[in-house]
C-alpha cells in the first residue's frame, strides 16, 4: 500500500525558515517523480515544484522560485521541501504527491494527508 | 501557464441526479486532463486522468470526456458520498495547473 506521510509543518514567522519532510512507503520512490502542491485556506490547489525521481531535475512555479528547494535521499525513500523567506500568502495545507507514472505529462496519483504551515507574526 | 477556468464553481444537486461539471484550458492540451475529488480536510483523490480514464477503485458512475481545451466531468447517479470539491487540472505542460474548483452541494 502507497503511503504519503508529512512531517515538518507549523507556525513561522515571516521571513522565517521551514523544513517539509515527506516520508514514501509502498513503491519503488526513485522511480518517481514527487511533487508538492499548496491550498491556502479555503482556496484551490496549486503545484509548487516537483523533482524527478533520480533528483537531478528540479521544477518551481514562479511564486516560489529562488526561495524554496525541493530534494529527496531515495536511501531514505524521503522528500523535502526546504522553505526559506516565508511571507504571509505561504500559508497553506502543502502535501507531497507522487506521479502517477514515469512520463512528463502524469497526474498525481497518491497524495499524503497534509501538513498546515502558518506564516504569522 | 495554462489557465483552467471550470464551471460551475457551485452546484446544488439531490442524491440520484446526473451531474455535469466542465473545465475549458487557455490552449489546447490534448487529453492531458485530469479530475480530483476533495472531501473537507482531506487530500485531493485521483478520479480521472487523461480525460477520459478512470482511476482504479473508482465508481463507473464516474466519466470524463472531452478533449484539445472543452472538458467534461459527468456524474451519472450522485451518491451521498459524492458531495465534495471536484478540480481539473492539466498536465499537458508545468506547471501542471488547476482550475478553481466546483463545489457539488446537496439541495
Known amino acids: 500500500e502507497v503511503q504519503l506521510l508529512e512531517s515538518g509543518g507549523g507556525l513561522v514567522q515571516p521571513g522565517g525558515s521551514l523544513r517539509l519532510s515527506c516520508a514514501a512507503s509502498g513503491f519503488t520512490f526513485s522511480s518517481y517523480a514527487m511533487n508538492w502542491v499548496r491550498q491556502a485556506p479555503g482556496k484551490g490547489l496549486e503545484w509548487v515544484s516537483a523533482?524527478?525521481?533520480?533528483?537531478?531535475?528540479?521544477y518551481y512555479a514562479d511564486s516560489v522560485k529562488g526561495r524554496f528547494t525541493i530534494s529527496r535521499d531515495n536511501s531514505k525513500n524521503t522528500l523535502y521541501l526546504q522553505m526559506n523567506s516565508l511571507r504571509a500568502d505561504d500559508t497553506a495545507v502543502y502535501y507531497c504527491?507522487?506521479?502517477?507514472?514515469?512520463?512528463?505529462?502524469?497526474?498525481?496519483?497518491?497524495w499524503g494527508q497534509g501538513n498546515l504551515v502558518t506564516v504569522s507574526s | 501557464d495554462i489557465q483552467m477556468t471550470q464551471s460551475p464553481s457551485s452546484l446544488s444537486a439531490s442524491v440520484g441526479d446526473r451531474v455535469t461539471i466542465t473545465c475549458r484550458a487557455s490552449q489546447t492540451i490534448s487529453s492531458y486532463l485530469n479530475w480530483y475529488q476533495q472531501k473537507p480536510g482531506k487530500a485531493p483523490k485521483l478520479l480521472i486522468y487523461?480525460?477520459?480514464s478512470l482511476q482504479s477503485g473508482v465508481p463507473s458512475r464516474f466519466s470524463g470526456s472531452g478533449s484539445g481545451t472543452d472538458f467534461t466531468l459527468t456524474i451519472s447517479c450522485l451518491q451521498p458520498e459524492d458531495f465534495a470539491t471536484y478540480f481539473c487540472?492539466?498536465?499537458?505542460?508545468?506547471?501542471?495547473?488547476f482550475g478553481q474548483g466546483t463545489k457539488v452541494e446537496i439541495k
Open positions: 504527491t507522487k506521479d502517477y507514472g514515469l512520463g512528463m505529462s502524469e497526474p498525481f496519483d497518491y
Open positions: 487540472q492539466q498536465s499537458y505542460s508545468s506547471p501542471r495547473t
Open positions: 487523461a480525460a477520459s
Open positions: 523533482i524527478r525521481g533520480s533528483g537531478d531535475n528540479t
